[in-house]
């Protein structure tokens, strides 16, 4: 269902961590390629025997037309593209040391705070909304809200790819009820330690990154680019086409505590046949409750997790495909960063937009999850 509180409440900042190191779809390739070589040279008895399939091969032109993407960055590249590791190399820290997703965290939120002319004392909750978060307790984000010297509380979010929309819809409500004045969302998305480089179909998805959005009540803003949130809108629909069996009970499962469905999958054509329309309804759903259509808005900044997703959406909506300006894509070079990926496209598009101009920010994915937001500039 869509909600509106109509209490002022606004987007003010925006914050975006990107990591140092690239892997370009030709080095993920050439190091999947030869490990599927050896796989098959390996297992080569068997496999003409047809007792076991061989693994097939994959090619950059595959990957860009099959997705859209051409790179993507990675938190830690050492081991990503090593044949007898396929997984990347992330050095164990302490407990006293700050955790790995704390200090992306950290990065994008310190971001969000000069952009939205914010100090520590200005914060009053702290939300951390993502994919994956490496333990289960202490919660990542009050491990930033002590680092960043946050006073209030803070909480972490699990909502896969929906993660960003929903920790917004949390900390809009909490502004509208009076909890709290304003509230730094982060989504520290570290994704890499996740995927299967050893699977043709889902070893280029992903890419890791950080980003954060401060929202506040509007008599508090300072910032120059601002956005009412007139509406937020979620639906949820259970799927197991996008799934990560990772848990906790692995370890009394007895079985391998790292196999492959424990690492992302998912069936592709189902979800793009399922979620695409299912996402174009909701959206012209949440326009149409403003009295809206599509013509009006400005800018959509949707998930970023596959371009002919975005392109199918966006055609069935304005009937007609819509320009790089209408709907910035950022997965070529970020690929899918699950949460973070309608964020990067709103933190990267969105200084242009003039006073009254429309915009819908957007995420879908496992679930089937989607969360949706009217915003407005100011």
């Known amino acids: 269902m869509a909600k509106s509180l109509n209490a002022g409440v606004v987007v003010s900042g925006l914050g975006l961590w990107t990591p140092e190191h690239s892997v370009s779809n030709e080095e993920l390739v050439a190091s999947y390629n030869a490990y599927a070589e050896r796989y098959n040279q390996q297992n080569a008895q068997a496999i003409e025997a047809e007792e076991m399939a061989a693994m097939p091969y994959s090619s950059a032109e595959f990957i860009q037309k ?68 490496e333990r289960a307790y202490p919660a990542i984000a009050i491990e930033v809200q002590g680092a960043l010297g946050i006073e209030g509380f803070g909480f972490d979010m699990l909502v896969a790819c929906s993660a960003a929309t929903f920790a917004i819809h949390r900390a809009y409500e909490m502004i509208a009820a009076g909890t709290v004045d304003s509230v730094l969302v982060i989504n520290p998305e570290l994704t890499s330690p996740q995927v299967n480089y050893c699977d043709r179909d889902s070893h ?19 910032s120059e ?26 370890r009394a499962n007895d079985t391998d505590p790292f196999a492959g469905d424990r690492l992302f999958h998912q069936n ?78 709103f933190s990267l598009y969105h200084e242009d937009m003039e006073a009254g101009d429309y915009g819908v920010l957007c995420s879908f994915g496992a679930g089937y999850s989607i969360g949706s937001l009217m915003l407005r500039k100011r």
């Open 66 to 133: 099959a997705s859209g993407i051409k790179s993507r960055f990675a938190y830690v590249k050492d081991g990503i593209l090593d044949v007898d590791r396929m997984c990347p190399s992330i050095p164990l820290r302490a407990s006293s040391e700050l955790s790995h997703q704390a200090e992306m965290s950290v990065a994008a939120a310190r971001d969000a705070m000069t952009n939205a002319n914010k100090t520590a004392s200005d914060i009053g909750a702290v939300i951390v909304s993502c994919a994956y978060t």
């Open 204 to 222: 280029f998805i992903f890419g890791d990154v950080a980003t954060a959005i401060i929202i506040e009540r509007e008599e508090t803003c300072q």
């Open 225 to 250: 680019h601002s956005y009412d949130i007139l509406s937020t809108k979620a639906v949820t629909k259970y799927s197991s086409n996008i799934r990560s069996n990772f848990g906790h009970i692995n």
């Open 268 to 345: 592709g054509r189902k979800v793009f046949k399922e979620v695409c329309p299912m996402a174009a309804d909701h959206i012209e759903s949440h326009i149409n409750q403003h009295g809206l259509t599509p013509s009006d808005i400005k800018r959509w900044w949707l998930h970023q997790a596959n371009i002919n997703m975005n392109s199918l959406i966006t055609k069935k909506l304005l009937g007609r495909d819509a320009t790089p300006e209408e709907a910035p894509i950022v997965l070529d070079t970020y690929a899918n960063t699950a949460s973070a990926g309608s964020v990067i496209a």
